[in-house]
């Protein structure tokens, strides 16, 4: 992973710290309490951080990877979270504890995966091939669509939950 330290102007550290924040969500739901709606709070925490990552990733990340490193890469990255989209799906679907805990684990395999391989290969190479001043500008473009997004699933969760 290229050395960002943490420089939220940074694309790279941007994302590095929402893959961080979605890895904690996991352990979390992992290691909670039996505490029906603790346990309801986190799959909801989890699903929204995939979701609304997914979509900020979709509409400034892939864009990027797609002009400066590889059109087939990105069509990879958009596969992987369609993949995830579809696990969503079936959590959210889930009928009983036994098939939400599978879906979720399911779902964190996964993700766990693209996080990785983001991290492991596209980031780093993402950072040596933008300059400073494109990277900002990727983050600040992310960062809006994150917020964005991050409001459409509160308010949607307002009018169903």
Same mark, same amino acid.
């Given at each position: 992973?290229?050395?960002i ?9 941007? +994302? ?31 699903? &929204?951080? *995939? ?9 400034? *990340? ?24 579809? *696990? ?15 879906? +979720? ?9 693209? +996080? ?13 091939r933008?300059?400073? &001043?494109r ?10 669509a =994150?917020?964005?997004? =991050? ?11």
């Open positions: 992973m290229a050395d330290d943490g420089d939220m102007s940074d694309v790279v550290a941007l +994302l590095a710290a929402d893959h961080a924040g979605i890895r904690h969500l996991f352990r979390e739901l992992n290691h909670q309490t039996p505490t029906p709606g603790v346990h309801r709070d986190l799959v909801h925490d989890v699903l &929204k951080a *995939l979701i609304v990552q997914g979509e900020a990733e979709h509409r400034t *990340l892939y864009p990027a990877v797609e002009q400066t490193l590889d059109r087939d890469l990105a069509d990879r990255l958009r596969r992987d979270h369609d993949e995830v989209e579809g *696990l969503i799906a079936v959590v959210m679907g889930a009928t009983d504890d036994g098939a939400e805990r599978s879906a +979720l684990a399911d779902l964190e395999r996964v993700t766990t995966g693209h +996080l990785d391989d983001e991290e492991r290969d596209v980031l780093p190479r993402l950072a040596a933008l300059g400073t &001043k990277r900002s500008t990727l983050a600040m473009s992310y960062s809006q =994150t917020e964005a997004f =991050t409001n459409v699933v509160v308010r949607t969760r307002r009018r169903v939950g």
